[in-house]
């Protein structure tokens, strides 16, 4: 018996991840192959397998800290920024962008619901011939989902298809579109900028979708007034089609452009919509 547990952990030391390239092994099969040698030999915890073992998982854990960390700050630089600004940095370095859309995604994953899905079955339950301004696509899951044709903004991007911009100018030709999205991307300070923007390459009767995320609408806790934003948004020549706050992550607010705009010439005040900071998980 003694034989056979010391053979197998004379196994399970050559098994034993290179000290060189720990970070190379999947997470569970670092974590699972250590609480087998930890359970059938807890006197071995301290010997040079174990520590190498333990190091290897350690580094994992930091690198994912340094991750969450990294999109964090682009996250929050995002939010405290006009849009040019947010150009000029993404430009500067662009695999910021790649590592706040890997921060971005695994903070989704814990979103019971995609607020970018809803917008996908709104897009499919009407024509597909409506032309889709897609403003701060992200990874442009939008355009992969739906048969329209879709023009998908964002700052920068690998993929070839994305107009990579400041969504504040686009290339757009004014009353081009039919319907354009805003999907958690009223993040610069100038997001009235955005959404003047959308109003100019609107057809008239086209839509304006937007989805954000809801404590940023919740004046309880320091966001903004929704009615106030809705007051705004419709001064600018839209009327409110849709409020919808039943989902506990974000809100959904549709308008639709009014046929014929008339200018009132008056100032719109906009309210300040707070950033969205994400929590350390
Ligand atoms: N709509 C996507 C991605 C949301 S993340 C989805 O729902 O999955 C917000 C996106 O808006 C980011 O990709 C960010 O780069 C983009 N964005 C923020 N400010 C922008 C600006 N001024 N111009 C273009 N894109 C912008």
Known sequence: MKEEQSRKRRRGKNKKPQKTQPSLLPKHSTKLHKKTHQQKNP???SSSSSSSLKSSSFLDKMKARLAGGHFRMINEKLYTCTGKEALDYFKEDPE??????TGYQEQMSHWPELPVNIII???KEHSSSLIVA??????????????????????VSNDPSVISCDMANTPLRPSSVDVAVFCLSLMGTNYASYLKEACRVLKPSGWLLIAEVKSR????NGGADPNMFSKAVC???FTSALKDFSNKMFVLLYFKKKENQSSHGREIEWPELKPCIY???
Request: proline share 2%; aromatic share 14%.
């Open 217 to 220: 609408f919740d004046p309880n």
């Open 96 to 101: 910021l962008f790649d590592m706040y859309h």
């Open 279 to 281: 929590k350390r998980r």
């Open 235 to 237: 001064e600018m020549g």
């Open 121 to 123: 079955k709104w897009l």
């Open 134 to 155: 897609d403003f701060g696509c992200g990874d442009a899951r939008l355009a992969k989902n739906v048969k329209n044709k879709v023009f998908s903004i964002d700052l």
């Open 43 to 45: 006197a071995h915890q």
